[in-house]
């Protein structure tokens, strides 16, 4: 699977609108970009993934560049409780028959200041 | 929908112990549940791949005796730290995809069990 660059960490004021880079420039056709976020001392959570189109769920949007090299992941209203490390993760999705790990790298440290 | 259950949530035991960790798939099945470690300020490291009804498949530098697991159904795995000593203390975290259609689904993960080894 590619690898992904994120930043190490990043500041957003309470109330705004967080956006979190993702670098995937050796992506390939078939793979994925997932986000996920982890809270202190809790499991990672899913947020969203896509493959070329542009996503939006409750929780967040995801826009992926054309070229599908990179993508954003936004939080439209950041609150305090969004404050976590975010894991932008790209992946194949390959048929039912096989069950493909996920490798996390070091994700954004994404700090929702008052 | 796609809850991922572990138990224990926390536990503390002597050094030489053996610890059993599970993990259930509460609303779907999963034959494949995946084990994760995580030491304090890191990320994430995959030890193993858990299948059900066959042998698990172990990263690299992932003792295989000494973290034995077993998945006998097809919503639930289990992770046992055998002889554990200080340094197995961490953060365990599984996880497990639902299977439907082609395979783009997200992988839902427990919230950790944290082991303290004294």
């Known amino acids: 699977d590619a690898k992904t660059t994120q930043p190490t960490s990043m500041d957003c004021a309470e109330g705004r609108a967080a956006n979190l880079p993702c670098n995937h420039s050796t992506i390939s056709g078939n793979e994925y970009v997932y986000w996920y976020r982890q809270i202190h001392s809790q499991g990672p959570q899913y947020i969203i993934h896509g493959l070329k189109n542009n996503e939006t769920n409750e929780m967040a949007s995801l826009i992926i560049t054309e070229d599908r090299k990179s993508s954003t992941l936004i939080l439209p209203h950041a609150t305090l409780r969004d404050t976590a490390v975010y894991y932008c993760i790209v992946r194949v999705a390959r048929s039912m028959n096989r069950d493909d790990k996920i490798i996390f790298g070091k994700g954004t440290r994404l700090h929702i200041l008052p | 929908g796609a809850v991922v259950s572990q138990h224990p949530s926390w536990v503390i035991c002597k050094s030489g112990t053996s610890v059993k960790i599970e993990c259930r798939s509460l609303d779907f099945q999963a034959t494949t549940m995946f084990w994760y470690r995580q030491f304090p300020k890191q990320s994430l490291m995959l030890m193993a791949t858990s299948n059900e009804g066959s042998k698990a498949t172990y990263e690299q530098g992932v003792e295989k005796d000494k973290f034995l697991i077993n998945h006998a159904s097809l919503t639930l795995s289990t992770l046992t730290v055998t002889s554990a000593h200080p340094e197995d203390s961490s953060f365990y975290i599984c996880?497990?995809?639902?299977?439907?259609?082609?395979?783009?689904?997200?992988?839902?993960f427990g919230d950790g069990t944290r082991l303290s080894i004294l």
């Open positions: 996880s497990a995809r639902v299977r439907k259609g082609t395979s783009n689904q997200p992988q839902h």
